[in-house]
């Protein structure tokens, strides 16, 4: 196989990547408090070939490498998460929360195959009530999912409840009908290094498992606003945050992604045409 071949195969697979990633931002569009994804691409390794004997032969004031540089491809340096201001869709309801500040999270608890649990993160402020006995019940996302308070503990609520309110600051009041009511606060995470987030699913996000491997804590990515910090939360009641993605932008991506992968599909069919033809040389 030919240099050509090499390229545009490793090339390829990539463009694969990107295109992947892009359908999965289109996929969900219409998805609360979904954030779109970017890649950049970055080089391969590079052969250089020293056609020169010395450097000080090379014409002065040249913008260039020296010598002849053969590249084998390109690669995903890093897809990175966007976690832009989607719009605000109002809907009336007393349980739909939107987010008005960026990188701010809340934090859900996960039950996983091996019956462990783990934290996971999401913007879709869609909170529903799950009976858990006939007089107390527990807030929940739209896949059952608990909400957590600023103590990562879920949130359960005693009584049969009248109306609910949230405040700008993340204040959960239940009313109930015989007059009492019951306040709590909840769980709200700050993203400080979006690039260290995976995803986990359904709309989640979460932590790598190797997140010691990489360097960083767990205080390092994200930030717990409790206490005086709660003032920085961001919180709108009756209204869900729509995805971030611009479809106008996710489809001239995609064409540009296309026509890329065309052209090195293109180069692996010329290639192999010039291969027939030397092989056809007597």
Do not use: C
């Not at 858990?132 to 600023?150: K, P, Q, T, Y």
């Not at 994200?222 to 106008?248: H, K």
Request: hydrophobic share 35%; net charge negative.
């Amino acid at each position: 196989m030919n240099r050509t071949m090499i390229t545009a195969t490793n090339t390829l697979s990539q463009l694969q990547k990107q295109m992947d990633m892009i359908s999965h931002n289109l996929a969900n569009i219409d998805t609360a408090g979904y954030k779109r994804r970017e890649a950049s691409f970055t080089d391969l390794l590079v052969q250089e070939y020293r056609n020169q004997p010395s450097n000080a032969l090379e014409p002065q004031n040249r913008m260039t490498p020296f010598n002849i540089r053969q590249g084998t491809g390109a690669r995903l340096g890093q897809i990175q998460l966007i976690l832009s201001q989607g719009s605000l869709k109002s809907t009336g309801r007393a349980l739909d929360t939107a987010f008005t500040a960026e990188g701010q999270f809340y934090r859900v608890m996960v039950q996983n195959e091996d019956g462990s649990s783990a934290m996971r993160l999401t913007r879709n402020g869609a909170l529903y009530l799950s009976p858990m006995s006939d007089n107390e019940s527990m807030l929940v996302n739209s896949d059952g999912h608990a909400i957590l308070d600023e103590n990562n503990q879920p949130i359960t609520i005693t009584g049969n409840v009248k109306n609910f309110n949230v405040n700008e600051t993340g204040l959960l009041t239940s009313e109930m009908y015989d007059g009492t009511s019951q306040e709590v606060n909840l769980g709200v995470i700050l993203i400080n290094k979006p690039q260290f987030l995976e995803q986990k699913g359904a709309n989640l996000l979460g932590l790598p498992d190797n997140l010691a491997e990489l360097g960083v804590t767990e205080e390092e990515v994200m930030t717990n606003l409790t206490g005086a910090l709660r003032n920085q939360v961001g919180i709108q009641q009756g209204a869900l945050e729509q995805s971030n993605v611009d479809m106008s932008k996710e489809m001239t991506d995609l064409i540009n992604v296309q026509r890329s992968y065309q052209f090195h599909s293109k180069s692996i069919t010329l290639a192999d045409q010039m291969l027939g033809l030397v092989n056809g040389i007597r």
